[in-house]
């Protein structure tokens, strides 16, 4: 570790007997100012049904009591990284990689939570195939929050093995928290890239399959993904731009020699859309929480990011100026105007 951490804190002092010194799953847990849900993310891992494992929680500098709540649990399979300063969530899932003794490691967001079987059914996962190259294990997640509908988070389509070439389409394994990498993998390609703001799981993924790392499923849904259960609009449109720009250069050529100048097109038109999409979320989010400057400050974050979906910025436009309510009643009547168009279309065939 380099000036910028502080040494793990001993959390269970006195129970160093009962700790597993060589787990085969090391949990990484990432954390910044989210106490009122970490609690809810750690509980989900130590009820786990696999029993071998170490949690790491990587405390991002928090200033909202996150230590004191670790200590409180008094779990001797639990570990806390501080960070000195804050770094950002890559740089906290990295030290938590290095920090980390189990020969797989699985990721987990603070404000996530997973289902009791998670752990062994990855693991089962693991030991029943027969792909020596299988370093990466993903599941299904289910989306839940006061702001969205409960439903199953994509993937919607499953691929194993050697999947580049899906992945440089824009296939996406799901979010950080529904993957267990063999952490050998992880240290060969240098960890998450701390210079991108967004998309730096996409990227991770991109370059364990580009270094011949194949990948697993298990297809039930063993997370749940929490959306807008607190005000969260410390995104900055700018940095994300920035991000992506990185990211682009950083994969336009490989794209383009493997799919051809059109792919490439389209992925990005993708990638700049799903930054038009986080964004519509935090409009959102700030007009239900009645937080109206930091929804104008978002739309107009939305703004610098045109020609890209351009749909999402009216809609935001529209959302900010009526609020929720009218809002909902206006896609709701559209939604129904277009399914009697689609009715008749299809009984005039």
């Not at 009791?116 to 299988?134: H, I, M, S, Y």
């Not at 996406?172 to 240098?190: A, D, F, N, Q, Y």
């Not at 009547?333 to 008749?344: G, P, Q, S, T, Y």
């Amino acid at each position: 570790m380099d000036d910028d951490i502080t040494k793990l804190i001993d959390t269970n002092r006195g129970m160093e007997t009962s700790r597993n010194p060589n787990p085969l799953i090391s949990v990484v847990i990432p954390t910044y100012n989210r106490a009122h849900v970490l609690g809810r993310a750690i509980r989900s891992v130590l009820t786990q049904t696999f029993p071998d494992f170490e949690c790491i929680v990587v405390d991002d500098r928090s200033t909202d009591g996150t230590i004191e709540l670790v200590e409180g649990l008094r779990d001797p399979r639990i570990r806390v990284l501080r960070l000195a300063t804050n770094c950002g969530a890559s740089r906290a899932r990295n030290e938590g990689i290095q920090a980390a003794r189990g020969e797989f490691v699985a990721f987990l967001d603070s404000d996530d939570e997973w289902l009791p079987r998670k752990l062994e059914l990855q693991v089962a996962r693991l030991r029943e195939g027969a792909d020596p190259q299988t370093a990466v294990v993903y599941c299904q997640a289910r989306l839940s929050g006061e702001l969205v509908n409960t439903r199953v988070l994509r993937p919607h389509r499953i691929h194993e093995g050697d999947a580049f070439i899906h992945l440089l389409i824009g296939w996406h394994p799901g979010t950080t928290s529904t993957i267990m990498v063999k952490r050998s993998s992880l240290l060969e390609i240098g960890g998450f890239d701390e210079g991108l703001a967004c998309a730096e799981d996409y990227d991770l993924w991109l370059r364990l399959a580009q270094a011949a790392n194949h990948f697993a499923a298990v297809s039930e849904v063993l997370l749940v993904k929490y959306e807008g259960g607190a005000l969260q609009l410390k995104s900055d449109a700018r940095a994300r731009l920035r991000s992506m720009e990185l990211f682009d250069r950083k994969w336009r050529r490989v794209i383009t020699d493997h799919l051809g100048a059109g792919a490439y097109r389209r992925w990005k038109a993708r990638l700049y859309g799903n930054i038009q999409n986080r964004q519509f979320k935090l409009v959102r989010q700030a007009v239900a929480h009645g937080e109206r400057m930091a929804a104008w400050r978002c739309w107009l974050a939305m703004c610098r990011l045109l020609p890209w979906s351009r749909k999402k910025v009216m809609q935001a436009l529209v959302l900010v100026t009526l609020g929720e309510g009218p809002y909902g009643v206006l896609a709701r009547a559209k939604e129904a105007i277009l399914r009697r168009v689609r009715v008749r279309r299809a009984w005039s065939r």
